[in-house]
């Protein structure tokens, strides 16, 4: 059964420090990974879209990449400003066709 | 440029009072799902359509109902609430592109359902 963790599952870090939250999974037969953003209070925001034939894709300061043989995805944030504090998600599509979650990860950036 | 939208955002509901939360979605998505989100886990699937008429399980369906009568609605009911179902449930919809998941899913802002 496809398991995907996430950690830490909270992170703290001043204004304009590159920070990298992870994401594992257990089974490499992955189709996708999907990382979303979630505010309080609301609901989830796609940020990237990694297909399994790619090692990484890039949207303004994100960044995130996957290693399948390791089952190991990074997404990397430049710069970062304190509207980038929320709930970082990711998530694997699997042999079931369906998104598997991770619990992920609060990041919160000090101005 | 609604995107998907639930109703209510906030509920409590007395144990084995039932009860339907709405989605409905405008833009044209085959995919739809509904998950609860708790403390601490990822979210789990509880029911999924992948077209007007179409309804499967997920991880988690025992006590919830869905159906699929057009492609813009997916409501899903709770038969007799019970406080284990307590939680925020999000409803999401996407194109799928081969059968997969493979392109951007778009989630309403959720659900907040308190089971006292």
């Known amino acids: 059964k496809q398991e995907v963790t996430q950690i830490p599952a909270a992170l703290s870090v001043p204004e304009g420090e590159n920070l990298v939250l992870n994401c594992s999974f257990t089974d490499s037969a992955i189709y996708n990974l999907q990382w979303f953003r979630q505010d309080p209070g609301k609901g989830l925001t796609s940020l990237l879209l990694?297909?399994?034939s790619q090692r990484e894709q890039t949207s303004g300061r994100l960044n995130a990449s996957l290693d399948k043989s390791s089952g190991r995805s990074t997404l990397y944030i430049a710069a970062s400003q304190p509207g980038d504090s929320a709930t970082y998600l990711c998530?694997?599509?699997?042999?079931?066709?369906?998104?598997?979650w991770g619990a992920g990860t609060k990041l919160i950036i000090k101005p | 440029n609604a995107g998907v939208t639930q109703t209510p955002k906030f509920q409590v509901l007395k144990t084995g009072q039932s009860m339907t939360l709405q989605c409905a979605q405008d833009m044209n998505h085959e995919y739809m799902s509904w998950y609860r989100q708790d403390p601490g886990m990822g979210l789990r699937l509880i029911h999924y359509?992948?077209?007007?008429?179409?309804?499967d399980q997920g991880e988690v369906p025992n006590g919830y109902n869905v159906s699929r009568s057009t492609t813009e609605d997916f409501p899903l009911r709770l038969l007799s609430a019970a406080p284990s179902q307590t939680s925020v449930y999000f409803c999401?919809?996407?194109?799928?592109?081969?059968?997969?998941?493979?392109?951007?899913?778009?989630f309403g802002q959720g659900t907040r359902l308190t089971v006292v």
């Open positions: 998530a694997v599509v699997g042999s079931n066709y369906q998104l598997i």
């Open positions: 999401a919809s996407s194109q799928r592109d081969r059968g997969l998941l493979n392109t951007e899913a778009f």
């Open positions: 359509s992948v077209g007007a008429g179409i309804t």
């Open positions: 990694i297909q399994s």
